[in-house]
């Protein structure tokens, strides 16, 4: 889309936009969760448990620290990345809210999209 079609939409709009977006790939979910189970990590460690080159590694930590999900500090040649808890917690909640908003009237809604009585 169109950047300067953005700003025809919501702020909320277009926050859901960008963290969707950055955790539409799984090397990105992948990313995450490395990061969550390590509490904080340096980029080298991240590229050696993803089966990704370190320039495709960067790229995707690139899209993360874009929409806010990960911070990242440069110490010499090393770069330290950490999720940013808040953040993420507000993006899942903003999701959560429209899903809700989305659904709210269907009543009898159910895996089959077609079979829908919305």
Do not use: W
Not at 35 to 58: F, H, R, W, Y
Not at 80 to 85: H, L, V
Request: proline share 3%; with cysteine.
């Amino acid at each position: 889309m169109n950047k300067s079609k953005n700003n025809e939409f919501s702020q909320e709009f277009q926050e859901i936009a960008r963290f969707a977006k950055a955790i539409s790939h799984p090397a990105r979910v992948a990313i995450l969760q490395t990061l969550a189970d390590k509490n904080s990590c340096i980029c080298g460690e991240i590229v050696e448990v993803m089966p990704l080159s370190q320039s495709t590694v960067s790229q995707h930590l690139k899209e993360l620290r874009d929409a806010g999900i990960i911070t990242g500090t440069i110490q010499g040649p090393a770069s330290c990345y950490c999720i940013n808890y808040s953040k993420l917690k507000k993006n899942f909640e903003s999701l959560n809210n429209l899903i809700n908003k989305l659904t709210e009237n269907c009543v009898e809604c159910n895996d089959e999209a077609i079979s829908c009585k919305c």
